[in-house]
């Protein structure tokens, strides 16, 4: 990723720490039949990460969950997500939280995938994700898979 473009990125958060009180965002845990996990690699951040991403004002978490799993990877939750948990997100001013969602029912359209947002999606083993798969990332997977709680802190 260009140096201009992680500068805007820092700068955005910035930002958003300073107009608003809290903000908060969803991932998903997708796991197919299989077992498989997806990831996405976006073109503004490295590495892979679960997908997800900001509520939107007047949106419930779980509207947002069901909407960005669509927008970025054609999934759509044939059952309702399942809560995994309600994190706190210290590496964005300690006023970022993450709610955590479970899908393992789903249909899979075609994903308009390289675009502006995202780089790549894939499903992998949960023994062969990418080597730069997020640090948090691996760790929800990790909770997911252990069927135990999640974190307090993302």
Do not use: C, K
């Amino acid at each position: 990723m260009p140096a201009s473009r992680r500068l805007l990125v820092r700068a955005l958060h910035v930002w958003g720490r300073l107009t608003r009180g809290v903000t908060l965002g969803v991932r998903a845990v997708v796991t197919d039949a299989e077992g498989a996990i997806l990831l996405l690699r976006h073109t503004y951040v490295p590495g892979w990460h679960l997908p997800g991403g900001a509520v939107d004002p007047g949106e419930t978490a779980g509207a947002a969950i069901i909407r960005e799993l669509y927008e970025e990877a054609a999934i759509t939750p044939t059952a309702p997500p399942r809560l995994h948990g309600i994190l706190l997100n210290r590496h964005l001013g300690g006023r970022d939280h993450v709610v955590v969602y479970i899908v393992e029912a789903f249909e899979h359209g075609f994903a308009r995938v390289p675009n502006r947002e995202i780089a790549e999606i894939g499903f992998f083993a949960a023994d062969q994700l990418p080597a730069e798969t997020s640090p948090a990332t691996r760790r929800r997977i990790d909770e997911v898979r252990a069927g135990g709680p999640a974190a307090a802190y993302w």
